[in-house]
C-alpha cells in the first residue's frame, strides 16, 4: 500500500512535474442536495479532475468545477468506444476523517484497463495527487456513517477528431464524484445467462472498457422484463459455467463453503472479490476459487445444500442473491438472515471501510 | 429498394413530422481543403445533422454548421460505450448527379445496432431527409470520379448525464461527412488471431457498437509491429474459423471458387459482402457461403490452390490481401494482378456505384 506521502517523494524524482492547476467552484452546490434522497450517479459534487493527453505526454492536470466540456462530433469515443473507466468509494468516519478502500488496486485496473484498449496509462503520481487534491476540496459530500459513501469515478476517453478505426493519439483522464446510498435496493433476483454472453475468450471482459457495459443493457432488460434484477452472465462456449454479474462478482455457498470463479480475461478481477476471499480466510470460512457449473448449484438448490448467493462489488458491496431462474425454472434460496455470510462479511467490510474496526491488511487509505 | 418520393409519401401519413431546421454555414471551408493530400476522418464537410431523443420522443432534427458540441462528464456514451455507428459512401457521376449505394441496408443495420444496445431506433424518413438535405448542402464536397468519395458516419450516442450502469434515456443522432480517397494504400497482410477475439457467440459483434473496435485496436497493433496491418478475427471458442476483419468481411478464392463465412451473432452482415456474393453469381464466379477452418486456407496455400483472399468493406471497397501470418508461418498469396477476382469485381463495384454501368439491382439511389 503506498501512502501519500511515499508518493510525493516519488513524485520529485519522476519525470512527471504535476503542478495541478486548482480553479475553486464560487459557490457550492451542496445545500441544494437532499441526502436522504438521492438517486445513483446523478448528483455531482463541486468539483472534477481532468487531464488530457496530447503530444505523447499528460498534460498539467487541473481541478476545475464541475462543468460540461465541449466535444467534436468526430471523438473517436463516439465511434469506436475507446474508453475505460474505474469506480471506487470515500468514507467518512464520525471524527470527519475520509477514506479510501484499496486505491491502489483501481489505479492499477485502470492502466490495465488502457492498456487493453490501446490507450495510454495514467501516472500513478497524478492520479493520487488529483484524487486526494479532488477530495479534500468535496469532502463536504461526504456523509459519515455507514450507508454512506462519495462514489468516484475514474475514467478516461478518446478525445481526437478523426474517425478513422485505429487508436486516437488525443486521450482525457477525468475524476467525477457522486454521493451514494446503497445501489441496488433490498434482494435481488438473477437470471442466468443461456443464450447472451458478456465478453469472449481473448476479449475485453477483464477490463472495465466502457463497450462491454453497453452491450449488457439488451440482455439485462429482457432479464428485468421477466422480473430479474440482473443477469448471471455464464461462459460464451459452453453457458455452463457461471461467471458474473453485470457490475458484481458472484459467490455461491454451498453448505459452509463459499465458491466463486476465477478470474480470466474474461472476469473482472474485483477489488471487493479479493477482498472478501480474505475476509472469509480471516474468518474461518473455506472460501473455493475455481470454476463453478450452473448444474453444480441447480443440484445444490435441489438438495438444500445451496444457502446464499451474493454479488460482490463497490457500488452494491455485497448484495443477497433471493433467487434465480434457469433454463426456466425458478430456483429460490433459503432465508437464513442474520446467520447468512453475505450479512456477517457485508458488516465485517463496512466497518474496515467506515474506520469501526481493525484493518489489519491495510487497506485503508486515509486523505490527507 | 425505397426511393425518396416513396418516403415523403410515407412520412406524410407517418406520426413523425420532421420538420428539419437548418442553419447554414456561414462560409464554405471547402476552398482550403488539399483533395489530393486528403487523410482518412479528419476533415468534415460544411455541416453536420442531429437529432437528440428526450422524454421518449426524437426532437425537431436539424441541419447545422459542423461544430464542436457540449457534454455532460457524466454522459453515458463516455461510461458505458452505448454508441452505435454507419458508414456510408456518396459517389458523383461526370454529369454531377450524386448516388448513394443501398442507403437501406445501413438504415436498417444501424436500427439493429441499436435495438442489441438498447437505444431507440431512429425515424426512416428523419434518416433519409436528414441525409438528403445533407449531402445537397455539401455537395460541393463529393469529387466525381472512381476513387473519390464522400465517406458519410451516421452515429447515435447515449448522452443523459447519469452514470448508473442501466440504459440511458436521451440520446443523439448525428450524420458526419468527411471526403475520402481510398481507405488502405495499397496491399495489405493479414495476422490471423489466435489468442485474442474480436466478438463472442451471444455478444455484440454483428453490431456496429463502438466498444467492437476500440476492443481491436490493441491487438491490431501487436499485429502491425509484426508487419501487418490487420488481423482476420477467428471464432473467440476455437480460434480455428476464419471470421472477418477489422473492418471488413473476407473473402478466400480457392481454385476458382469464392468463398466466405456465414454472418452470425459474431460477423457484420457487410453491405460490400452482400453486394459482392450477388455480383459473383451474376459474373458466373462460383461463391459458397460457408465456415472456413483456417487449416483450410493453411492447406490451400501449401498446394497451391490458394489463389486470393481480399477484404470487401465500405470503406477500403475491395482491399487485397499479399499474404497472412499463422502460427508463426508467413504464407504468400501468388501474384495473378489483372486476372484476379478481386481487381474484377472491384471494378464492376465501382462502376455501379460511380453511375458507370448498369444498376440491375437498383442498389444506386440517386440524391435528389
Ligand atoms: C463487470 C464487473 N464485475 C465486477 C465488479 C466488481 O468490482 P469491484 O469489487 O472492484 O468494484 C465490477 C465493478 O465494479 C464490474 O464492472
Ligand atoms: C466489423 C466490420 N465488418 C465488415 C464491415 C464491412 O461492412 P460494409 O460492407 O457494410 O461496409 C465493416 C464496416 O463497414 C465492419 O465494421
Not at 517523494?9 to 486548482?22: A, D, E, F
Not at 481541478?63 to 474505474?86: K, L, N, W
Not at 460482490?312 to 446467520?339: C, K, M, N, R
Request: with cysteine; charged share 25%.
Amino acid at each position: 500500500m503506498t501512502n501519500f506521502a511515499e508518493l510525493n517523494t516519488k513524485k520529485m524524482s519522476s519525470t512527471y512535474t504535476s503542478n495541478l492547476r486548482i480553479e475553486k467552484a464560487a459557490t457550492s452546490k451542496l445545500k441544494d442536495v437532499n441526502f436522504e434522497n438521492i438517486a445513483f450517479g446523478k448528483t455531482f459534487t463541486d468539483h472534477m479532475f481532468m487531464c488530457d493527453f496530447v503530444n505523447g505526454e499528460w498534460q498539467q492536470p487541473q481541478i476545475m468545477p464541475y462543468q460540461p466540456m465541449t466535444m467534436q462530433p468526430s471523438a473517436r469515443v463516439f465511434h469506436y468506444g475507446q474508453a475505460v473507466f474505474e469506480g471506487m468509494k470515500a468514507y467518512k468516519d464520525d471524527d470527519g476523517k475520509v477514506f479510501l478502500f484499496r486505491p491502489e488496486e483501481n489505479f492499477k485496473r485502470i492502466n490495465k484497463s488502457s492498456a487493453r484498449l490501446a490507450m495510454p496509462e495514467f501516472p500513478k503520481d497524478y492520479f493520487f495527487e488529483g484524487l486526494t487534491t479532488l477530495l479534500n476540496l468535496d469532502k463536504d459530500w461526504i456523509k459519515p456513517g455507514v450507508g454512506n459513501s462519495l462514489y468516484i469515478r475514474p475514467f478516461a476517453i478518446a478525445i481526437d477528431p478523426a474517425i478513422a478505426a485505429a487508436p486516437g493519439e488525443s486521450y482525457r483522464f477525468m475524476i467525477i464524484c457522486a454521493p451514494a446510498k446503497a445501489y441496488y435496493k433490498g434482494t435481488v433476483k438473477v437470471l442466468i445467462a443461456e443464450q447472451f454472453s458478456r465478453s469472449a475468450n481473448g476479449g475485453v471482459g477483464y477490463a472495465k472498457a466502457a463497450g462491454n457495459y453497453a452491450a449488457q443493457f439488451y440482455p439485462t432488460n429482457l432479464a428485468q422484463q421477466k422480473g430479474y434484477q440482473q443477469v448471471i452472465w455464464t461462459d460464451a462456449d459452453t453457458h455452463t459455467f457461471l461467471e458474473e454479474a453485470g457490475t458484481m462478482n458472484v459467490f455461491f455457498r454451498i453448505n459452509d463453503t463459499l465458491i466463486t470463479a476465477p478470474t480470466s480475461d474474461r472476469i473482472l478481477d474485483g477489488v471487493t472479490r479479493k477482498s472478501l476471499i480474505q475476509l472469509a480466510e480471516d474468518n474461518n470460512i473455506k472460501c473455493e476459487v475455481r470454476p463453478i457449473k450452473v448444474n453444480e448449484i441447480v443440484e445444490a438448490s435441489k438438495n438444500g445444500s445451496l444457502k446464499e448467493i451474493f454479488g460482490a462489488g463497490t457500488a452494491a458491496v455485497i448484495s443477497p442473491i433471493e433467487g434465480f431462474e434457469y433454463q426456466d425454472t425458478y430456483y429460490e434460496l433459503p432465508e437464513i438472515g442474520a446467520h447468512s455470510y453475505s450479512s456477517m462479511l457485508k458488516e465485517r467490510m463496512l466497518n474496515i471501510q467506515h474506520n469501526l474496526a481493525e484493518d489489519k491488511h491495510h487497506w485503508r487509505y486515509e486523505i490527507k
